[in-house]
């Protein structure tokens, strides 16, 4: 187990995210269920990759898959909001917890493509 900012947040929200699904699958939603599990959980799975990357190219492509991640669960959580499937808190709650990890991905790419 990781126990930097990026990596314990990330796996955290993926915990959020199941957690979601779950909860939209009792709905009887599985649509965007499905996708928000998917881009949610692989925000996590993408930084856990960088760790190990073969370059410093092949670790910035892999955090930079991860932002792209988050900003498309950003989309889903908009989504389920404005369809009245999560509530305004629930939604506020998830999306400030994804646009942390984007500010965080963020902040690495940069700092990754300086030292390269």
Same mark, same amino acid.
């Not at 909860?23 to 760790?51: D, H, M, P, W, Y």
């Given at each position: 187990m990781?126990?930097?900012?990026?990596?314990?947040?990330?796996?955290d929200?993926?915990?959020?995210?199941?957690?979601?699904?779950?909860? /939209?699958?009792?709905?009887?939603?599985?649509?965007?269920?499905?996708?928000?599990?998917?881009?949610?959980?692989?925000?996590?799975a993408?930084?856990?990759?960088a760790?190990?990357?073969?370059?410093?190219?092949?670790?910035?492509?892999?955090?930079?898959?991860? /932002?792209k &991640?988050?900003? &498309?669960?950003?989309?889903? /959580?908009?989504?389920?909001?404005?369809?009245?499937?999560?509530?305004?808190?629930?939604?506020?709650t998830?999306?400030?917890?994804?646009?942390?990890?984007?500010?965080? /991905?963020v902040?690495?790419?940069?700092?990754a493509?300086?030292?390269?």
């Amino acid at each position: 187990m990781r126990n930097d900012p990026l990596s314990t947040q990330s796996m955290d929200f993926a915990v959020s995210i199941i957690g979601l699904v779950k909860e /939209l699958k009792q709905k009887k939603e599985s649509i965007v269920s499905n996708q928000i599990g998917r881009s949610g959980t692989s925000i996590g799975a993408n930084i856990r990759e960088a760790q190990y990357a073969h370059s410093k190219a092949d670790f910035v492509a892999k955090l930079q898959i991860a /932002l792209k &991640e988050a900003n &498309e669960t950003g989309y889903w /959580l908009e989504l389920l909001f404005k369809t009245e499937y999560i509530s305004e808190e629930e939604y506020r709650t998830l999306e400030g917890a994804c646009a942390r990890i984007r500010v965080m /991905l963020v902040s690495s790419i940069r700092t990754a493509r300086e030292k390269v």
